[in-house]
């Protein structure tokens, strides 16, 4: 089975604490995502990758960056966290040879900012 | 840009029927989804139909696409507390990234 694993389910950060939101996934997938989820806002994409070093902006990429070093391992930074980047943060991911472009999904990594 | 509209809402009995309507602007779509989320979960795939299928059945579920009204639901028969959870409609333009719908909760009461 696919596996996406998303390092933390629940962090608590400061105003202006630098947060680093890691996601590993098993299954050699080419693509990898990340959203957040607001409750009445649904899934938001903030960035993608389609490949290693690959970063393509979403529709909410302000105030994110993401690093892709590794095939396996997608990274979301939020330089300076602010309290209207609490939110569900969900990493997904996907193979370029699935025709149905399915994507899988880890389980979620809540983030509080004070 | 593409957008995917579907209710907040959806309150059945255990055992009757459910169905949860989306719609969508965009007319190249692919593939359109429902993705199913349980509460503190991630988001799993539970059906996907191809843009030139009207229908697709899977034990349960049925997914009925109109492509000249953009309209995709879902039914789920003998709806189960299980199936409580939010459901997402979702659809893909080309190869690209998806677009997601905000969601329907659906909650089933015994």
């Known amino acids: 089975d696919v596996k996406v694993t998303q390092s933390s389910r629940y962090l608590v950060k400061r105003t202006g604490e630098k947060v680093f939101l890691e996601c590993v996934q098993d299954?050699?997938?080419?693509?990898m995502f990340w959203y957040r989820q607001d409750p009445g806002l649904g899934l938001r994409l903030i960035y993608f990758?389609?490949?290693?070093?690959?970063?393509e902006k979403g529709d909410i990429p302000e105030g994110y960056s993401v690093s892709r070093e590794k095939k396996e391992r997608f990274s979301l930074i939020l330089e300076s966290a602010s309290t209207n980047q609490t939110s569900m943060y969900l990493c997904?991911?996907?193979?370029?040879?699935?025709?149905?472009?399915?994507?899988?999904f880890g389980e979620g990594s809540r983030l509080t900012v004070l | 840009g593409e957008d995917v509209e579907q209710s907040l809402f959806l309150s059945v009995r255990e055992g009757d029927s459910s169905v949860i309507n989306c719609t969508y602007t965009?007319?190249?779509?692919?593939?359109l989804y429902w993705y199913k989320q349980e509460p503190g979960a991630g988001l799993q795939l539970l059906t996907y139909i191809f843009s030139n299928m009207d229908m697709k059945q899977d034990q349960r579920l049925t997914v009925l696409l109109n492509k000249k009204d953009k309209h995709l639901s879902l039914r789920i028969a003998d709806t189960q507390t299980g199936d409580s959870a939010i459901y997402f409609c979702a659809e893909m333009e080309g190869y690209s990234t998806l677009t997601f719908g905000k969601g329907t909760m659906l909650l089933v009461s015994p």
């Open positions: 997904a991911s996907s193979s370029v040879r699935a025709s149905s472009g399915e994507l899988f």
């Open positions: 299954m050699d997938h080419e693509n």
């Open positions: 965009d007319s190249s779509s692919t593939y």
């Open positions: 990758s389609y490949d290693v070093k690959m970063k």
